[in-house]
Nanobody, 128 residues
Framework: QAQPVESGGGSVQAGESLRLSCVVS????????MAWFRQAPGKEREGVAA????????YRSDSVEGRFTVSQDKDKSTVYLQMNSLKPEDSAMYYC?????????????????????WGQGTQVTVST
C-alpha cells in the first residue's frame, strides 16, 4: 500500500531555494500521477505541481510557473519539488499525493479528490 513521506521543508528568506522530497513506500512508479499540494492557514489546499510517472509529463500551477520544477527518481521511488525564487506567499504546508489507481495526471492533476494517498506534510516558511 502506497505511503508517501515528505521531507525537505524549512524556513528560508525570500529569493532562496528548497527541494522537497517525497518517498513512496510500497509502490512502484510504473504508471500513476503524483502531485504536490500546499495549504496555508485559512486557505484551501491547492495543487502546485504534478508528474505522470510513466513518461514524465509535468504540470504546474500558474503561481509557480518558472520557479518550481517537479521530477522523479523511479529507482528511489521518490518525487521531488525544486522550489526556486521563493516568495512569502509560498509559505504553507506542502503535501505529497499519490493516485493509487494508477491513472495519468491529465487535466485533473490538481483535483484534490482524485488522490487517495497523502503524506503528513512538510512546512515551508518564507520570510522577507
Amino acid at each position: 500500500q502506497a505511503q508517501p513521506v515528505e521531507s525537505g521543508g524549512g524556513s528560508v528568506q525570500a529569493g532562496e531555494s528548497l527541494r522537497l522530497s517525497c518517498v513512496v513506500s510500497g509502490f512502484t512508479f510504473t504508471e500513476t500521477c503524483m502531485a504536490w499540494f500546499r495549504q496555508a492557514p485559512g486557505k484551501e489546499r491547492e495543487g502546485v505541481a504534478a508528474i505522470s510517472t510513466r513518461y514524465g509529463a509535468t504540470y504546474r500551477s500558474d503561481s509557480v510557473e518558472g520557479r518550481f520544477t517537479v521530477s522523479q527518481d523511479k529507482d528511489k521511488s521518490t518525487v521531488y519539488l525544486q522550489m526556486n525564487s521563493l516568495k512569502p506567499e509560498d509559505s504553507a504546508m506542502y503535501y505529497c499525493a499519490v493516485d493509487s489507481l494508477r491513472r495519468p495526471c491529465g487535466s485533473s492533476w490538481s483535483s484534490f479528490g482524485r488522490f487517495d494517498r497523502w503524506g503528513q506534510g512538510t512546512q515551508v516558511t518564507v520570510s522577507t
